[in-house]
Structure formats: structure tokens, C-alpha cells
């Protein structure tokens, strides 16, 4: 690894802790931050579908300047209320778990409380459903808790990478296979 590219991956690392760092210690806020880059990226290429549509006129050009309006619509949304938009987005997540959970106990109880692993399945579904009530009456519950999983992975990935750097920078010791 040349001596560019190693600062270069260290950089990247280090950015990937601080931003873990972030998630994990102001997961509300930094979640929000998220949805509004996201928000101003849906933004931007709403518009830009917009004007493609109606500057180049192409087949189906209706099509495009309406999905460019939507996301367009969609990104200021985001950017007005950030946390609306998480909590909608935990919702989704609640919703799909709760049918998730209804489906798995249909699937156990039709398996018959005989069948292998048929107990196993009920109980998946009825942690499901359980983490769909928590959703729904906590959704700020939800949005930390995806914040600090996400965190804890830039800390980690951040890390091993700049362990991996500084790894691949030192001299290799041969050994010997006999």
C-alpha cells in the first residue's frame, strides 16, 4: 500500500469514528442530519428530472417531470421536518414488523406446535409484534436505536480500517514454511 493511499484510507477512517461518534452520542440530531441531506439530495434531483422532462422533451417526458415534481416534493419534506420523517420511517418499520410477526405466528401455529422449530416461529412473531408496539408507542425509541447500531458500525469499520493502514504500512515478516 503506497504512503498516499494508506493516509488516505486512515482519513477515511478516522471520518467513519467520528461520524459513529456522532450517531452515538447525539442519535436524534444525528439522524435528522441524515434525512436532510437525503431531503436535499431528493431535492436536487427532482429538480433536475424537472428540467431534463421539459428542456429535452423526450418519450414519456410527462413521466419524468411528474416523478421529478414527487421527489422533489418529497425532498423538501424532508428538509422542512426531519423528524417527521424519521418518525414515518420508524412507522414503516413498525408496520413491517407487526405483519412480519402476525405472519410468522399464522405460519407456527399451521406448522402445528409439533412440528420442529413450529414453538421457535411463534416466539419470532411475537418478538416481532412486541418490537412493533414498541415502535408505535416510542418512535424516538426506534430512531435512537437505528441511530447507535449504525453508530457502533462506523466506530468498528472505522477502526479495523485504520488498523488495516497502519498494518499495511509496516514491514512484512517472512516466515518460513517447512
Known sequence: ????FRQLTILRGALSMILGLLLLFW???????????????????????????FSMRFTLWQLSAAGGIITALLGLVALGW?????????????????????????????AGLNA????????????SIVLAILLFAMPELGVVAMAWIIGFYFVATGALTIWHAVESGRPQQRVAVQ
Open 1 to 4: 500500500m503506497s504512503n498516499r
Open 27 to 53: 442519535p436524534m440530531s444525528s439522524a435528522e442530519a441524515i434525512i436532510m441531506v437525503i431531503g436535499a439530495f431528493a431535492l436536487l434531483i427532482g429538480l433536475v428530472s424537472v428540467f431534463n422532462a
Open 116 to 127: 420442529p422449530l413450529a414453538a421457535v416461529t411463534i416466539g419470532v412473531g411475537l418478538l
Open 82 to 110: 426531519p423528524a417527521v420523517v424519521t418518525t414515518i420511517i420508524v412507522w414503516l418499520i413498525a408496520i413491517w414488523a407487526l405483519i412480519f410477526g402476525v405472519l410468522e405466528i399464522i405460519a407456527g401455529w399451521i
